[in-house]
């Protein structure tokens, strides 16, 4: 099992920065692969990036990459996502999820843990 608690929404202004934290719970999190999605009001949740247990092998979402940075520390039992210019368009509420499958597949009903989300609004 692997409870999971996101940190570090809020409110940043365009081309402002954001780093999201989320602590996991649970001996097994550094075998778990972990991911962040985001969902927009209105709209489906969706993936924004991945990264598997150790941290070497990362995914991004074509609208995020080279702004965004996932990462681990597993001795933290933490995932982060850095966010740099950021755009209105990344509005939404943020959630971590996090797998013990050993092929990773990128969409949400393959995450079987998940935390109760973050709110990220980026003002114009």
């Known amino acids: 099992q692997v409870q999971l608690v996101e940190s570090g929404g809020g409110l940043v202004q365009a081309g402002g920065s954001l780093s999201l934290s989320c602590a996991a719970s649970?001996?097994?999190?550094?075998?778990?692969?972990m991911a962040w999605f985001r969902q927009a009001p209105g709209k489906e949740r969706e993936f924004v990036a991945a990264?598997?247990?150790?941290?070497?092998?990362?995914y991004y979402a074509d609208s995020v990459k080279g702004r965004f940075t996932i990462s681990r520390d597993n001795s933290k039992n933490t995932v982060y996502l850095r966010m740099n210019s950021l755009k209105p368009e990344d509005t939404a509420v943020y959630y971590c999820?996090?797998?013990?499958?050993?092929?990773?597949?990128?969409?949400?009903?393959?995450?079987?843990?998940w935390g109760q989300g973050t709110q990220v609004t980026v003002s114009s």
């Open positions: 999820a996090g797998t013990l499958a050993t092929r990773l597949v990128l969409t949400t009903d393959a995450f079987a843990y």
């Open positions: 649970g001996r097994t999190f550094s075998g778990a692969a």
């Open positions: 990264l598997n247990w150790n941290g070497v092998i990362t």
